[in-house]
């Protein structure tokens, strides 16, 4: 009997978006909320296994990373967190920050994500983030994998909004064109990196 293909999957990581949702969601817990403090190996296979029968097929992070000048220590930081993802086999872009804002973070996940679903490298694409510029990108994935006579399923994964009247509605926003799955409080704190990376 043949084996049963297992969807591919390939997550999607916009690292300072999560950063700001988990920071916003539960800094009032305390430590270490504060920080990026999120194993993104750990947290993407837990987001590949909330369902049964796929497989965690390849991890992509992107962030804004401020040079030594405008910011020495987040520069230090993320140069370090950074390295280890590299080790562990996470693919990596580093984007620019130009006047306290990321640039080429949503271009860079956008052309990513049409360009491996053209190639068929996926099955499932989790895209961690709400950011609501990725959804013509996703609108157009899906118009790639039709055209190939494929199904291909869109998530986007985001931490918990601790109460409706914080971060308005669309703290409960996941991107459009995709299924919504929300990352609780309990899964982001058995995914929690214990390096120090300052």
């Given at each position: ?7 591919r999957a390939i997550v999607f990581f ?138 291909v399923t869109f998530e986007s994964a ?41």
């Open positions: 009997m043949a084996q049963q293909h297992q969807p916009d690292g300072q978006n999560l950063f700001r949702v988990a920071k916003n969601a539960w800094e009032h817990h305390g430590p270490p909320y504060g920080w990026p403090c999120f194993d993104v190996v750990k947290l993407a296979q837990a987001l590949v296994d909330r369902l049964g029968g796929r497989q965690l097929s390849q991890i992509r992070f992107y962030t804004g990373v401020p040079t030594s000048r405008q910011n020495e220590f987040w520069s230090r930081f993320w140069r370090n967190k950074l390295y280890v993802l590299e080790q562990q086999g996470v693919y990596v872009y580093r984007g620019r920050i130009s006047n306290a804002q990321e640039k080429g973070v949503d271009v860079s996940i956008a052309t990513d994500l049409l360009w491996l679903t053209y190639k068929q490298q996926l099955d499932m694409a989790i895209i961690v983030s709400q950011d609501s510029d990725l959804a013509p990108a996703v609108v157009r994935a899906k118009e790639f994998a039709k055209d190939q006579g494929r199904w985001f931490p918990e909004a601790p109460h409706r009247s914080i971060g308005g509605p669309k703290a409960h926003r996941g991107i459009d064109g995709t299924d919504w799955v929300v990352i609780d409080k309990a899964t982001y704190d058995a995914c929690i990196d214990p390096r120090d990376y300052r």
